[in-house]
């Protein structure tokens, strides 16, 4: 059972736009949620994270929305660009597990 | 600083047969943890190690093992592959177990195929 969903499959848009990718989660214990970018050939980075106690965060054109009390967050892309075209994956930890779960993955194209 | 290093990083083999695939993970980094990355499925949790020890061991089958040496470098050991084996195989490094939350710095992968 897929522990955090993640939504859509893949996603167009055209450069300057906003995409946005969302998670939901079921499990409450999680209070870590971390965003990873993939490049083909490449292994995950770590894009941004956020944690319950705060509702948004914001790392240069990347912002983290968190909705605590609909279990959901959400990554969203400002002023896209074509060097964002990549795979985005969404994870949650719980405060005392071992075990990261991530979402089933985000492909990004931003056209130019 | 050097970044985490998976050999081989291209694999083909045939069903029945067993790998090994290493990690060395960032100067410094004492956990190592491996997940198996298929298209559709996303990112799943094969286990981490911390000071040489399994701390958690996800959802697969005893085919899959690992184990950590005292230089924090770690190997993968899938015996008797299956065709559904074929997959990405990435390791991450952190300083401290998962459960600090510190930031995992993921390896390009092995990627495995089995014929």
């Known amino acids: 059972q897929q522990q955090v969903k993640q939504s859509p499959q893949s996603l167009i848009v055209q450069k300057g736009g906003i995409p946005i990718i969302n998670c939901a989660y079921e499990?409450?214990?999680?209070?870590?949620f971390p965003w990873y970018q993939q490049f083909p050939g490449k292994g995950p980075a770590l894009l941004i994270a956020i944690r319950p106690d705060v509702s948004e965060k914001k790392e240069g054109r990347f912002t983290i929305s968190f909705n605590k009390s609909a279990k959901q967050f959400s990554l969203h892309i400002m002023d896209s660009q074509p060097g964002d075209s990549a795979t985005y994956f969404c994870?949650?930890?719980?405060?005392?597990?071992?075990?990261?779960?991530f979402g089933t993955g985000t492909s990004l194209t931003v056209i130019p | 600083k050097a970044g985490v290093t998976q050999t081989p990083r291209y694999l083909i083999k045939t069903r029945g047969q067993q790998v090994t695939l290493s990690c060395s993970p960032i100067s410094g980094h004492r956990s190592v943890s491996w997940y198996q990355q298929t298209p559709g499925q996303g990112l799943q949790f094969l286990f981490e190690y911390f000071s040489e020890t399994q701390r958690n061991k996800g959802n697969f089958p005893g085919r899959f093992s690992g184990r950590q040496f005292s230089n924090s470098r770690s190997e993968m050991n899938v015996s008797t592959l299956e065709l559904g084996d074929s997959a990405l195989y990435l390791c991450a490094s952190s300083l401290g177990p998962t459960e600090f939350q510190e930031t995992q710095y993921f390896g390009p992968g092995t990627r495995l195929l089995v014929l």
């Open positions: 994870a949650a930890l719980e405060g005392t597990g071992n075990q990261f779960y």
């Open positions: 499990n409450t214990a999680f209070d870590y």
